[in-house]
């Protein structure tokens, strides 16, 4: 049979059973105060016993509610926002294929589920305050009819659930308010059509050299979807072969990665994991992986309703998906996945109970010798490492599939409940042009009760056909997916005690970074008075170019600090920052003093009095970090900064930021000072404990001037 022909007719599937889990007219906790509620006024623990309750429709000025809510002292500046809960019970969740939100609003409405927001509803993007107005006003039918929105399935949970809808009116003279809602879950309908997933290998030699198989492979997939009823793809790492490097931190091959994996996008779910070449640094977990989080972190998938979320780094990810009369549940974990990703995947599998769960990684069984046993990470754990401490304990893993041991293997292990494992390497990476377009069609057989493994090349348009290319695993759907009434799942697992951030301007969404470049004497790139904002190289220069000439880089990162806006929780610990600066002209060296005056990205040589002195008045007179020397440097430069900061105090004296300059000759007064250039793409790297659980302090970000840790520059990108 040819794949570019359907499996086999599609039968004719029972009518779906929808669940009503909050019906219409039914009772609700509200808030018509006129003043927003507490933060976590959203979340299933919050305390809503002093609010009010009452059956919808609630609102008023129409006549036909059933509760009517206050609008306040005044009808001519009422109340904008008014505030509705109300918990349910949701059991078997595994069950459920859709998740379905009907709304009446007037005007407009944010809906959340388990505290995350689900939907809009003729509101505006952005923060939503109690005084933002609906976008829109509403009028005549428009205020009796329900709105119809698919809801991801991701943060329905296993028994109790909350929904929260806050209400906003689009003037404050509007004549009336109206809510109700409906909430109805989707079972998967009873089906035994063979459905496909497809797993695509490492492609990280067609992103460097043949981007055409890349493309090949993701078309492929959709002119297939149909008709080989492809449900699901993932991709088991290497996206890439050069990682971070270059200049241009490897923007060709990133960017014909996402535009091969953009054909998917809005067709089919999908996931990518996190391979070794895909470090910012090749293998490196301490590295980070700034381009991977950019193009295949969680904003990707914002607004599907399968992308279930991604750990705190963003290195790994789940997603679910219907087929075959079940939901899979699908978690992705990096390569040699760390305790802490390990951690948050039992986190993922715990609040899904009864889900069948598939694992990807990048690397996990090798050839015919089995799980890998070695790693080249001080943190990270083996395949045998993750069989042990993740995949054998939870009987609703029944396949794990990697990539990176270039070959074809495949193994069925025993859990600790007696219960089968797949496991299953592919890795084309040695064959000839970079793969041939070499990748896995994993079909499922429901009536059948069989799992047929196949390896297809839309390239070369054929299959291989070897024995660990072409195989068939026996899978009893009925009594493998039937796990019992799962127990309540343990709390989650606590946050790490030390996590690391890098922010840079630009970079998955932080904009709060900001530099000056200050000179002192007039040449092509501006004078004393030159407002450089938008230079796009800084110099640092103690007077190479003669008495008077110095020029000075002033560098800080803002908006660090908030339990709300900012990347870091109020009352860490720092305990370590390193500033890393790309020089682009290699000069003598330069020092870094930690600024203690005020400045602005505007500020000029003349408008700072003759620049900034490092007098412990305007800087610190002892540079925090000194790199370089009468050689010069150039490249990529990381240095260790001071940082500050203990349980309860987020941030030290210098606020500032920092002051960059040449470094002064300590190597006799005839050795050559030379200056040097700083590409503006600098980035600031910051580990930190997390504060004590009742920690807590004013919020930077409504008002007051933002704190900020030990300063290092992070200019604009």
Known sequence: ?????????????????????????????????????????????????????????????????????SFGPSSTNKFITTYFRRSFPASEIRRYAALNLEIQRDDGAVVYLNGREVARSNMPAGAITASTLATLNVAGADETAYYAYALPLAPLAEGNNTVAVEVHQNLPTSGDVSFDLRLTATQNAPDQTPFTVVVLPDTQFYAQSYPATFDAQTQWILDHKTTNNIQFVTHVGDIVQNAASGPDRNLLEWTRADEALHRLDGVLPYSVALGNHDYDVKDLHSAGATRYVEYFGANRYAGTTWYGGASPDQHNHYQLFSAGGYTFLHINVEFEAPDSALAWAQSVIDAHPGMPVILATHAYIQGTSGRSTTVRNPDGNSGEQMWQKLVRKNPQVFMFVNGHFPGEANQTSIDDAGQPVFEMLSDYQSRTNGGDGWMRLIEFRPADNRVDVKTWSPTLNKFETDANSQFSLALDFNTRFTFGQPPPPPPPPPPPTSQTLTLRQGLNGYASAADALLRQAADATGGPDSNLAAATTLHVDDESGGPAAKSEALLRFDKLFSNTLGPIPLGSSITSATLTLQVTGPGSGMRLHRMLAN??????????????????????????????????????????????????????????????????????????????????????????LRP???ARGPDPCTGAKPRRLAKGGGPRQ
């Open 1 to 69: 049979m040819s794949w570019c022909e359907p499996l086999e007719p599609r039968r004719l599937l029972a009518a779906a059973v929808t669940d009503t889990l909050v019906a219409a007219g039914a009772t609700w906790k509200y808030l018509d105060t006129g003043v927003a509620p507490a933060a976590a006024w959203t979340a299933p623990t919050f305390d809503d016993s002093a609010w009010k309750s009452g059956p919808a429709q609630l609102g008023y000025g129409d006549g036909d509610e059933a509760t009517r809510v």
């Open 599 to 688: 400045w602005s990205d505007t500020n000029t040589w003349n408008s700072l009095t003759n620049g900034i002195s490092p007098d412990d008045t305007e800087a610190a007179s002892s540079p925090d970090a000194t790199v370089g020397g009468p050689g010069g440097l150039a490249g990529r430069v990381a240095r260790r900064i001071r940082a500050g900061g203990v349980p309860g105090e987020h941030a030290t004296a210098g606020d500032g930021g920092y002051r960059v300059s040449n470094r002064r000759n300590s190597y006799g007064p005839k050795a050559p000072r030379t200056p040097a250039q700083l590409a503006r793409a600098q980035a600031l790297t910051a580990r930190w």
């Open 692 to 694: 004590p659980p009742l």
